[in-house]
T-cell receptor, first 112, second 114 residues
Framework: DAKTTQPTSMDCAEGRAANLPCNHS???????VYWYRQIHSQGPQYIIH???NNETNEMASLIITEDRKSSTLILPHATLRDTAVYYC?????????????FGKGTKLSVIP | NAGVTQTPKFQVLKTGQSMTLQCAQD?????MYWYRQDPGMGLRLIYY???????DKGEVPNGYNVSRLNKREFSLRLESAAPSQTSVYFC?????????????FGEGSWLTVV
């Protein structure tokens, strides 16, 4: 699975959009981009994933560049409960791939 | 729909004792996983079961055994606990579809070996 690079930490004002970048310049065509978050040692929580197209769900939006070398997770209206470590992961979608490799992620602090 | 349920949530063991962490999922997922997370570190895969009846080693399998009891349940056993196995353990499950292999996690089991 491709290596991903994220900033170590970010701040965001409560109520504003949080934009979390991720670089995955070596991603291959059959690797999905997944986003998870972990709030204070709870189990990692799935947020969203995508392959080529931008995706949106009730939690967030995922914008993937046309060349797929980077992506941005957008939390449209950040709340204090969104303070967490956010992980961007590239995961091969084919048979035999099961290991979700978590890096250090981005620690997002939502400021009142 | 409880998702992925792990028991126990907290456990203290003495060095050399054995114990089993239990995990069950009610999402009819084919694949199940056990991860560990040490303080300030990312998750590391211990073992996984791609489907009922199969198990495979992950990144850090030494000192652990697993059993895929049925499609719902996947247990992790420590035969002779060591202080280095003090960690938070997460069970997870997933179902591979045409749109990916999304993995869902339990809330964690905190294990301390003294």
């Amino acid at each position: 699975d491709a290596k991903t690079t994220q900033p170590t930490s970010m701040d965001c004002a409560e109520g504003r959009a949080a934009n979390l970048p991720c670089n995955h310049s070596t991603i291959s065509g059959n690797e999905y981009v997944y986003w998870y978050r972990q709030i204070h040692s709870q189990g990692p929580q799935y947020i969203i994933h995508g392959l080529k197209n931008n995706e949106t769900n009730e939690m967030a939006s995922l914008i993937i560049t046309e060349d797929r070398k980077s992506s941005t997770l957008i939390l449209p209206h950040a709340t204090l409960r969104d303070t967490a470590v956010y992980y961007c992961i590239a995961l091969f979608s084919g048979a035999g791939s099961y290991q979700l490799t978590f890096g250090k992620g981005t620690k997002l602090s939502v400021i009142p | 729909n409880a998702g992925v349920t792990q028991t126990p949530k907290f456990q203290v063991l003495k060095t050399g004792q054995s114990m089993t962490l239990q995990c069950a999922q009610d999402m009819n997922h084919n694949s199940m996983y056990w991860y560990r997370q040490d303080p300030g570190m990312g998750l590391r895969l211990i073992y996984y079961s791609a489907s009922e009846g199969t198990t495979d080693k992950g990144e850090v399998p030494n000192g652990y055994n697993v059993s895929r009891l049925n499609k719902r349940e996947f247990s992790l056993r420590l035969e002779s606990a060591a202080p280095s196995q003090t960690s938070v353990y997460f069970c997870a499950s997933s179902l591979r579809t045409d749109s990916g292999n999304t993995i869902y996690f339990g809330e964690g089991s905190w294990l301390t070996v003294v």
